[in-house]
């Protein structure tokens, strides 16, 4: 038998649950990131007419259906 003062029981029965809600709490988190890279990836501002556009390509720059200009994927850092 394992013998456990008050305190320690009580420590035991708010200390797992609150671990488990922490880790779901944190995986769901993790998840949701996720997903909204994956989103923002998708959305392209094209550099030259300004229109935008969703694209689900593996394409790395793909081209804007208004001016056919190829455009690179998410916030550009490129200077000019
Ligand atoms: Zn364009």
Redesign the pocket.
């Known amino acids: 038998m394992i013998e456990l003062t008050l305190e320690e029981l009580s420590l035991w029965l708010l200390g797992v649950p609150l671990l488990g809600i922490g880790i779901v709490v944190f995986l769901a988190t993790l998840n949701r990131r996720a997903r909204v890279r994956l989103r923002k990836r998708e959305i392209v501002t094209?550099?030259?007419?300004?229109?935008v556009y969703k694209d689900q390509t593996k394409e790395r720059a793909p081209q804007?259906?208004?001016?056919?200009?190829a455009?690179d994927r998410g916030d550009s850092r490129r200077l000019g």
Not at 64 to 69: A, H, I, K, L, V
């Open positions: 094209c550099r030259v007419c300004g229109h804007c259906p208004e001016c056919g200009r455009n």
